[in-house]
């Protein structure tokens, strides 16, 4: 991820950020607007201290879960770094959560190619969080599918894909049929790519063989799983009838939608899949917006606000280090 005539990467990532908060605000006010506001605000307001300090508590474990398999993934990869700068940058990434794939969030390859940590080794670690979030994802999904047979077809399709997608990534003829065709590209900028996306599926196939992947999906499966039954305490507390097992494959199926449709954060269409099966299991408009809203902010947007605030304290740590180096 090199910068682009000195300019700094992260800054281009800030606009995206801001009109995606923009749009959330817009989708969330609208959303309650044409449900019932004073019916939304009632049911928001079921929710007491405890209930919330659960559910940010769920959704932090996510946070370390994802971050000990981020380390997992360094060490396969012979670049460890201290934990505490690793733990700062693995964070800051959240603020870019809303990009489309959640590409922004590897703005830690930045600072992590401070350390000597090369950008393939950080961007192939990077591919395989999201691959195995995206194998959890299915999986939890499956169990909503039980449910609602209209979704079953769309979560098998996804998951032959998936499985698919795996025997490519280690099909070594694959590698050997891509790497024969950049030798044959006349443009050198796009050999040079292309050499470099081959570099990182290498090692991204280190990465989801059968020893990490089976370690990484299992803790993607807890931390997902952990966010599940913090959305199954939220309807519990607004007296939504809805199993843990169910509550769990309505958030996956929800997040799964999201971000399949590659929309920055999947704003708008993680929330319509939420309110949708929400209200297929008994729960009213007003209800199924007010428990959608208050999952979103529990998740989402509590980790963009975790990375704001650990973003902002790296730039101001590193703009204070430049200023004291160039003044020796």
């Not at 070594?172 to 470099?196: F, Q, T, W």
Request: hydrophobic share 55%; net charge positive.
């Amino acid at each position: 991820m090199p910068t682009n005539q000195g300019k700094d990467p992260k800054r281009r990532l800030i606009r995206p950020l801001l009109w995606s908060i923009l749009a959330a605000m817009a989708i969330y006010v609208g959303s309650v607007i044409a449900s019932d506001f004073n019916a939304v605000s009632e049911s928001v307001s079921q929710l007491g201290f405890t209930v919330w300090a659960i559910v940010l508590g769920l959704s932090l474990a996510n946070y370390v879960l994802r971050f000990i398999r981020w380390e997992i993934y360094l060490a396969y990869l012979d670049c460890r770094i201290a934990t505490l700068p690793s733990l700062a940058y693995y964070l800051g990434g959240f603020a870019f959560t809303t990009s489309p794939g959640k590409a922004g969030e590897a703005v830690r390859s930045l600072y992590l190619k401070r350390h000597g940590v090369a950008y393939v080794h950080s961007l192939a670690a990077f591919f395989a969080e999201r691959f195995v979030d995206l194998v959890a994802m299915v999986l939890l999904a499956l169990v909503a599918a039980l449910t609602f047979p209209q979704y079953q077809w769309p979560v098998l399709v996804i998951t032959v894909l998936v499985i698919a997608a795996l025997s490519l990534i280690h099909a070594r003829p694959v590698h050997a049929l891509l790497d024969r065709y950049i030798e044959r590209l006349h443009s050198n900028r796009i050999r040079s790519v292309g050499k470099r996306f081959l570099d990182l599926l290498t090692s991204a196939s280190t990465l989801l063989r059968f020893g990490p992947l089976f370690v990484g999906l299992l803790l993607a499966l807890i931390a997902w799983g952990a966010e599940g039954i913090a959305f199954h305490l939220i309807l519990e507390s607004l007296g939504v009838d809805a199993s843990i097992g169910l509550a769990v494959g309505i958030y996956s199926v929800s997040v799964l939608a999201g971000a399949l449709s590659f929309i920055p954060g999947g704003l708008g269409s993680t929330e319509a899949v939420m309110v949708l099966l929400l209200k297929l299991v008994g729960a009213d408009t007003a209800t199924a917006v007010a428990a959608t809203l208050i999952c979103r902010l529990a998740t989402l947007w509590f980790a963009v606000v975790i990375g704001g605030i650990v973003l902002a304290v790296l730039e101001t740590s590193s703009k204070a280090g430049q200023r004291r180096a160039s003044d020796v």
